[in-house]
């Protein structure tokens, strides 16, 4: 009677252990993906992924900054400008006014100089705008190679080969832009980057 108890109870037995090595296997492949950097981050896993290079700096907060400090030297130089030119409007003005009162030669001789200094500030004001706009370039090179290791490391997570620029693709899911993403590490690490001091960086 007990043997057959026993023999009776052996296929329970069997399935209770099968049933508890299954849940033991779902439960380490749960906290596998709960310890995935990519499962709990949101990361996409995907060989490839994809990037819009201009949102990431002109929605980063570092580029933010960038376009705010560029626009505060741009309206200083506007202002600048419209100074000048009510300036050299003025001295035209008084010039000709003197045109009649003056020695044809001599007045030649103003005119001449007149020409010059008009030619010689706005050679000026134009390396003044080239040099917001050089500026500018080289806040983005420096905001590109100090984003270099961020975009790395998501990489790493996703097991990704590579990261293509989003304006070069016809086609791509939506799943593989990593864009928002990477704006959100970048803030996190870099900030608006204003406490950055890459050697041979100058901060505008």
Known sequence: MALSTALCAAPT???DSATTAAQTDLAAQSAERAFSPGYNLGVPSSPLLTLHSDRLFS???YGKRIAREMEG???VLMAENRRIEAELRAEELDLAERRDSTEPEAFRALAKAFDQKVQETRRTQE????EIASAREEAQRAFRRTSIPILEQLMAETGAAAILEQSSILLSAESIDITDLAIARIDAVLGDGSELNEPG???P
């Open 59 to 61: 929605e980063s907060a």
């Open 201 to 203: 960086v100058e901060q």
């Open 13 to 15: 037995y069997a399935q």
């Open 73 to 75: 030297r741009s309206a």
């Open 127 to 130: 390396t003044k705008f080239q």
